[in-house]
């Protein structure tokens, strides 16, 4: 969680400094909910992030310099410099790559799953993110619909941080809570409130172990607010000020850094430490990144009709 908020500050500084181009989305408020989506997967499973996903990225085993390589437009970084945010994802490792059409990866996380299962592998399980912005859209639906169909081991972990953007819950579903949609596909339905991250663990943790021991499908629904706009090039101007003083409105990695001190875990100046740590671990990386090639146009081997292992084969 530290490590994704120190990253992403710094990815926020660059950008409104002009050193990154298009856009930078963080998942600030959401660490507590992404890091378990992250942290409880093991070897051969499957993980479909979304833009909000760096803390559940990292926990998961990406590196950071793959974060700033793609950001800072390196051809050494798994993007090869041709995307700059957060599409980036890594097959062999079974991060899949996300696609921007919200929905559709819950339908390629099934089919990752299904892959699997005809291999004749074993257990495995596949974690899909969602935002409830997403969770609107059809193909999360036929998603969904086929995932209880065909009783994948699935974990779908729903986020409602209130704003599809711009548009507040009540524009969006009409139904009392997302998660009552569980039982009409044939799915398990649980709710955790995301801004606790023992929580997050635990109901998180719990659905991974039952999806992996064969039980059915597996919804949990967090409920956050999104602490910053849906990019940095939105102010969230839209969000009342009455909305911000909500319980689900509480930065998840501040109360958790005040439960280990109220519990006695660790003392103010580990916690210290560990700041200090993060941020070099980010500055690291991305000074690496700024000292690395960009592409060049007219010398790139594109590879528009055929795959290939785009990194290991750069020279």
């Known amino acids: 969680m530290l490590l994704a908020r120190t990253l992403e500050e710094k990815l926020v500084s660059l950008y409104r400094g002009g050193l990154i181009t298009g856009g930078v989305y963080i998942g600030k408020g959401q660490e507590a909910v992404s890091v378990a989506c992250g942290l409880f997967l093991q070897e051969g499973d499957i993980f479909a992030p979304l833009i909000r996903d760096q803390a559940g990225r990292s926990a998961f085993g990406e590196p950071l310099i793959d974060v700033t390589r793609t950001y800072l437009g390196s051809r050494l970084g798994p993007m090869r410099g041709r995307d700059g945010n957060i599409h980036r994802g890594h097959p062999r490792n079974n991060e899949l790559a996300m696609i921007s059409h919200l929905g559709a990866m819950v339908s390629v996380t099934v089919g990752a799953l299904m892959a699997k299962r005809f291999r004749g592998e074993k257990n495995f399980v596949g974690l899909a993110c969602i935002g409830e912005g997403g969770m609107q859209t059809g193909a999360f639906h036929e998603g969904m619909n086929i995932a209880a169909v065909e009783q994948v081991p699935l974990v779908i972990v729903a986020t409602n941080n209130h704003y599809a953007y711009s548009t507040p819950n009540d524009r969006e579903f009409a139904c009392h809570d997302l998660v009552d949609r569980a039982i009409g596909y044939g799915f398990e339905g649980y709710t955790v409130d995301g801004t606790d991250l023992a929580a997050c663990l635990d109901v998180i943790g719990s659905a991974v172990k039952r999806a992996r021991a064969g039980r059915p499908p597996q919804l949990v629904v967090a409920s956050v607010l999104r602490l910053s706009g849906h990019g940095e090039h939105d102010d969230a101007s839209y969000v009342p000020e009455e909305v911000k003083r909500e319980p689900f409105a509480r930065d998840c990695l501040k109360v958790a850094e005040q439960t280990i001190l109220d519990l006695e875990l660790l003392d103010a100046e580990t916690l210290a430490e560990w700041r200090k740590e993060a941020a070099a671990q980010v500055d690291e990386a991305v000074a690496a990144a700024q000292k690395e090639p960009a592409p060049e146009g ?18």
């Open 298 to 315: 007219d010398k790139e081997d594109w590879c528009a009709y055929a795959m290939r292992d785009l990194v290991n084969s750069v020279e």
